[in-house]
Nanobody, 124 residues
Framework: VQLQASGGGLVQPGGSVRLSCAYSGGTFRNYHMSWFRQAPGKEREFVGIIGRTSSNPLYADSVKGRFTISRDNAKKTVYLQMDNLKAEDTAKYYC??????????????????WGQGTLVTVSS
């Protein structure tokens, strides 16, 4: 299985960007798909997740109402729409796949596969 993230770049505060993560090499619909991020000097943190059937997306409090996760099982791709961006959203964003229990999904250790990350910089 391989995950390829794309779509990062430089964005002004208040702006928007959409990240994509293309999945290959296995059965995409078997996995919950998440986004994590890691800012310079900080630990990797959970951003949000979408379940196998696109039900019940779950978000970190810091991004709730501003970020939206979606998936297209036919295209084997998961998306992260990021709106009203803030400077504190600056980080490298990683997509990840897991088939672990829903109760564990905020723990990065339960993820089987990771993308290489894509950098989002929010700055004027």
């Amino acid at each position: 299985v391989q995950l390829q993230a794309s779509g990062g770049g430089l964005v002004q505060p208040g702006g928007s960007v959409r990240l994509s993560c293309a999945y290959s090499g296995g059965t995409f619909r078997n996995y919950h798909m998440s986004w994590f991020r890691q800012a310079p000097g900080k630990e990797r943190e959970f951003v949000g997740i979408i379940g196998r059937t696109s039900s019940n997306p779950l978000y970190a409090d810091s991004v709730k109402g501003r970020f939206t996760i979606s998936r297209d099982n036919a295209k084997k791709t998961v998306y992260l729409q990021m709106d009203n961006l803030k400077a504190e959203d600056t980080a490298k964003y990683y997509c990840a796949a897991t088939n672990s229990a829903w109760s564990t999904i905020r723990d990065s250790r339960v993820y089987d596969y990771w993308g290489q990350g894509t950098l989002v910089t929010v700055s004027s």
